[in-house]
């Protein structure tokens, strides 16, 4: 992946690279903000930082991923990324809960796909993707079963979303990537009012973390149908407005913020629960009113508010303490890979 300019050069709204130096790292381990930045962070410091990006995504009382729900991933600088195994929680995750994989090979497989099935389109029609039944999908799992049996070491799989996150990370200004399923968020995905996560903006924090072109993606079945048909989707997104979205929402399913720093995808996530919760507050009250699109256009182009989001984009503070899980953190019984890999054809729980 090439360097990606200073978040002032970007085309606005969009996922960016902030310009500031890399801090030294305290002793007690790296914030999350300390993540692979165009490849400078050493693999145990992006690695320590995406330890702590999941827990703080998985925190309990914050209900955006329970159990052995979503996953995050580092870019590792050098055609390599981590991401978290299959089954594994991410309130409790460790080092070793992650994976490291070749992101080429796994485009590589996303693309070979995408040649495969030429016609398999209608990503982009919301209402025909809901209703159309999932074709046979057994050569896309042996595929996939052998791409991540080559990077399972010690029985540890990646999770099926290791192809969306390879997708995300190849974006420019991409080093970090959360999918979670929040509460609010998957309220509205899970609705009919899917749609009003991505039609307008509603306060102008709202685009000065998420930028004003989000992504609204329907059901698809997870793996490489899903990878490819985003990946498609992202491309488009790209070519009509020049840069990448900061959130891509998955109808039926969950989000994915995109961020030059797992701090900024922990920023992404915590607005985007909170348009949600907005949304879903204002219903009674008669909908959710958005801000004129001169308006928007305004907010995201203001000086003040370009260094707010560079502010934020550089943002190097601890994170707030993580709340323990009640229980054993580790039982015989618990969500690991090793029991629960017969759960999903390419034996991966998302």
């Given at each position: 992946m090439t360097n990606s300019p200073a978040l002032g050069?970007?085309?606005?709204?969009?996922?960016?690279?902030?310009?500031?130096?890399?801090?030294?790292?305290?002793?007690?381990?790296?914030?999350?903000?300390d993540a692979v930045t165009g490849g400078s962070a050493t693999t145990d410091s992006a690695t320590a930082a995406l330890v702590e990006l999941s827990r703080q995504l998985g925190r309990p009382d914050r209900r955006w991923a329970v159990l052995a729900e979503g996953n995050a991933s580092v870019t590792l600088g050098d055609g390599r990324m981590r991401v978290k195994a299959s089954g594994v929680s991410m309130a409790i995750a460790e080092p070793g809960d992650f994976v490291e994989m070749d992101t080429a090979a796994v485009l590589r497989l996303v693309d070979a796909a995408e040649e495969t099935h030429p016609d398999d389109r209608g990503a982009g029609d919301l209402g025909d993707a809901v209703t159309r039944p999932a074709t046979d999908t057994t050569a896309d799992d042996e595929a996939v079963r052998a791409l991540f049996a080559a990077a399972s070491p010690g029985g540890r799989r990646p999770s099926v979303e290791a192809l969306l996150h390879a997708v995300c990370l190849d974006l420019p200004g991409v080093d970090a990537v959360g999918h979670t399923h929040p509460v609010p968020v998957n309220a509205l995905l899970c609705s009919p009012l899917a749609s009003l996560l991505v039609d307008g903006s509603l306060f102008p924090d709202q685009i000065v973390v998420l930028g004003t072109d989000p992504l609204l993606v329907p059901y698809l079945d997870p793996g490489l149908k899903l990878a490819r048909a985003v990946r498609r989707m992202l491309r488009d997104r790209i070519a009509a407005t020049g840069a990448a979205?900061?959130?891509?929402?998955?109808?039926?399913h969950g989000m994915f913020a995109l961020g030059a720093s797992t701090a900024e995808v922990l920023q992404v996530t915590e607005m985007a629960v909170k348009v949600a919760e907005v949304i879903l507050g204002s219903l009674p009250a008669g909908g959710p009113v958005f801000l004129h699109a001169a308006d928007v256009a305004r907010i995201d182009t203001r000086p003040d508010e370009l260094?707010?989001?560079?502010?934020?984009?550089?943002?190097?503070?601890?994170?707030?303490?993580?709340?323990?899980?009640?229980?054993?953190?580790?039982?015989?019984?618990?969500?690991?890979?090793?029991?629960?890999?017969?759960?999903?054809?390419?034996?991966?729980i998302r």
């Open positions: 050069d970007t085309a606005a709204g969009g996922t960016a690279l902030s310009d500031a130096a890399p801090r030294d790292v305290a002793a007690g381990g790296p914030a999350p903000g979205p900061k959130v891509v929402y998955l109808q039926n260094l707010r989001r560079a502010a934020l984009a550089a943002a190097t503070a601890a994170p707030a303490p993580v709340v323990a899980p009640t229980g054993p953190a580790r039982t015989s019984g618990s969500t690991t890979p090793d029991t629960l890999t017969d759960r999903t054809p390419d034996g991966a």
